[in-house]
C-alpha cells in the first residue's frame, strides 16, 4: 500500500473514532463527574421513573425564583411535549435583591430567559452550569460596556450574582444537564424570575421599592411565565430591538 495512503486512512480512523466520542464520554474523564454518576444516578432515575420521564432519553428545563431561594428541575420523554416537576432545589445563598442585573459589579442575580452556555466539570466551585448572560435583551437594557457576566449554576455555596447548590446538589443538577446534552438537547433552558409570577406573586412586587422601575420588564417575564405553567411547553422565545422578550 503507499505509504501517504496508509497515513491519510490512519488519521481518517483516529478522527472518526475521536468524533464519535459522546458527550457524556468526554465529561466522564473528569473525577467529579464520576463521583457524581456514582453517588446520585439511582436517585436522578427514581426521580424520573416515579414521573413517568424515560430516564434514558430526556430533556430539561430549570426555573429559578430568586425571592423564593428555590430551584425546579422539569424534565419530559423525549417523544413527549409537556414538562414535568421532577425536583425543586434549595439556593443557599444569595446576593443583590429582586430585579434583574444591569452591569458589572451590582451583585445582582440576572432574571429573563437564557440557557446553559457552559459546562464546568472542573470548576473551582465544584461543578458549574454556566448561564448565557447576558443575553441581547440585557444588552439593550443595561449597561452596554460593561454588563458582567460569568453567571453559574455552581456548587460550593458561595455566590456574587450566582445560583450556588451545596456541593451535593449540585452534582444532581450536573448530571441531569449532562444527560439531556448527551441525548441531544443543545439548548436546555434557564427561567430566572424574580418570584412565582402568579396573582399573588405580583401582588408581592407590586410592594416592593423595586416595582415603578421594574414594572414594565416584569409584566413582560409574566408573559413567558404564564406560557409554561398553562402549557407545560418550551416557548420559542426571542427578542425585540428594544429588549422585550417575545413568546411563540
Known sequence: MNY??????????????????????????YNRVGTAYKEKWDTIKSRLTKAGVDSSHFEILLRVFKNESKMEVWAKSKNISQFKLIHTYDICRSSGGLGPKRREGDGQVPEGFYHVSAFQPSSEFYLALQVSYPNKADLINGDKARPGGDIMIHGNCVTIGCMPMTDDKIKEIYLMAVEARNNGQQSIPIYIFPTHMDDNGMALLKKTSEYSSNSVFWDNLKTGYTYFESKKTIPIVTIDDKGNYCFK
Not at 480512523?13 to 459522546?22: D, L, N
Open 4 to 29: 501517504k495512503l496508509l497515513i491519510l486512512l490512519i488519521a481518517i480512523a483516529c478522527f472518526s473514532f475521536t468524533g464519535s466520542e459522546s458527550f457524556k464520554s468526554q465529561q466522564l474523564k
